[in-house]
C-alpha cells in the first residue's frame, strides 16, 4: 500500500497549488494593509481636559487662540490652526493645519465639536456645519466687542474662563474710562498707515482706528471707510501730530534725510512722531489692553 491512500492525497495539483498558497498570501497581506490605514485614520484619544459640558473646542484664529489662553484656559482646546502663534504655548497644541487652503480632513481628525472663527471662510463654515460642528463666528469690529468676544470664548471653556472674560472686560472698561477722563481738549492728530505703495490708511470706523481713539487720539480719517486709499495730498493737507507705520523699517525710511520731499514736510516727519506698530493694536485679542497703552504713552510724550 502507497504512503498515502487516495483518500488522503492532496486534490490539488502542484499549479494549483501555487495558486491557492499566493491566493492566501495576497489576502493576508491586503488584510495587514486595510489595518494600517484604519489605524492611521483613527483619531487620537481626547485631551483630559475638555471646555464646558464636554466640547471639543477647536480655534481656527489666532486673535481666538490668545483669547483661550489669556482666560487661562487653553490647554483644553482639542486644536488650533498653523496661525495660531502666539502664545508659544499654543505651538504644543495638535495642529488643524492652514486655512489657505484648509484641510477639512486634518480638522476632522481633531473631532471639534465648536469651532472657533472670524469672518470670511463662508464655504469651510458651511461643511464643518454639515459634519455637524456647531461654528462659532466671533469677529469684532471695535474696542468694546472685545468684551463679547471673550465671554464667548470662556463661555465654551469652562465656568473658570468665563469667570476670568468677565474679569478682563472690567480692566477694558476701567482702562477705557481712565483714558477718556485724560483726553486733552485738542486730542493728537493721527494718520495710521497700513500700506505705503498705494497711500492706504487705516480709517476712523476700524477695528485700528478704535484703538486709536481709545488711547487719545483723533484719527484723521475719519469718515473714509475702514481702508481708504488716500492721496498724498490729502495727508499733506490733513497734516497730521503723529504717523503710526506698520515697521521700523518704514520709520527709519520716513525719517531719512533721503525721504522724499512732501514727507519731510509734515509736521509729524519734522517733530519725529512717527512710529512703528510692528503687529500691534491688529489682532482682536487680550493684548489690546498693553497695546492701547503703548500707544496712549506714546501720544502723552511731548515732542521733542
Not at 502666539?86 to 497644541?93: F, G, I, S, T, Y
Not at 523699517?249 to 533721503?258: F, G, I, M, Q, T
Request: glycine share 8%; with cysteine; charged share 20%.
Amino acid at each position: 500500500m502507497s504512503p498515502l491512500s487516495p483518500a488522503t492525497r492532496c486534490p490539488l495539483s502542484p499549479p494549483a497549488l501555487r495558486g491557492a498558497l499566493l491566493s492566501a498570501l495576497l489576502s493576508a497581506l491586503l488584510s495587514a494593509l486595510l489595518s494600517a490605514l484604519l489605524s492611521a485614520c483613527t483619531p487620537p484619544a481626547p485631551p483630559a481636559d475638555e471646555g464646558a459640558g464636554g466640547r471639543r473646542v477647536v480655534s481656527l484664529a489666532p486673535s481666538l487662540t490668545e483669547w483661550a489662553f489669556a482666560l487661562g484656559a487653553g490647554a483644553r482646546l482639542a486644536g488650533r490652526s498653523d496661525a495660531c502663534d502666539h502664545p508659544p504655548e499654543a505651538r504644543a497644541l495638535p495642529s488643524a493645519g492652514g486655512l489657505f487652503p484648509a484641510d477639512v480632513e486634518q480638522i476632522l481628525r481633531l473631532r471639534p465639536t465648536d469651532v472657533l472663527m472670524i469672518d470670511g471662510h463662508a464655504p469651510l463654515k458651511a461643511q464643518l456645519a454639515r459634519l455637524g460642528a456647531r461654528v462659532h463666528t466671533l469677529q469684532p469690529r471695535a474696542l468694546r466687542d472685545l468684551a463679547g468676544v471673550a465671554e464667548a470664548v470662556g463661555a465654551l471653556l469652562g465656568d473658570d474662563a468665563a469667570a476670568a472674560a468677565r474679569a478682563w472686560g472690567a480692566r477694558l472698561h476701567a482702562l477705557d474710562a481712565r483714558l477718556a477722563a485724560a483726553r486733552p481738549p485738542r486730542p493728537p492728530r493721527l494718520f495710521i498707515e497700513v500700506w505705503p505703495r498705494p497711500l492706504t490708511a487705516a480709517g476712523a470706523e476700524s477695528y485700528l482706528g478704535d484703538l486709536a481713539r481709545a488711547a487719545g487720539a483723533e484719527v484723521v480719517t475719519r469718515g473714509l471707510g475702514e481702508w481708504p486709499q488716500v492721496s498724498l495730498e490729502q495727508l499733506l493737507a490733513w497734516d497730521p501730530d503723529a504717523l503710526l507705520v506698520a515697521s521700523r523699517a518704514r520709520v527709519d525710511e520716513l525719517l531719512s534725510p533721503a525721504a522724499p520731499a512732501p514727507w519731510r514736510a509734515l509736521r509729524a516727519v519734522r517733530a519725529g512722531r512717527v512710529w512703528a506698530r510692528e503687529g500691534r493694536l491688529e489682532r482682536p485679542g487680550p493684548r489690546a489692553l498693553d497695546d492701547i497703552e503703548w500707544l496712549a504713552a506714546l501720544l502723552r510724550a511731548p515732542t521733542p
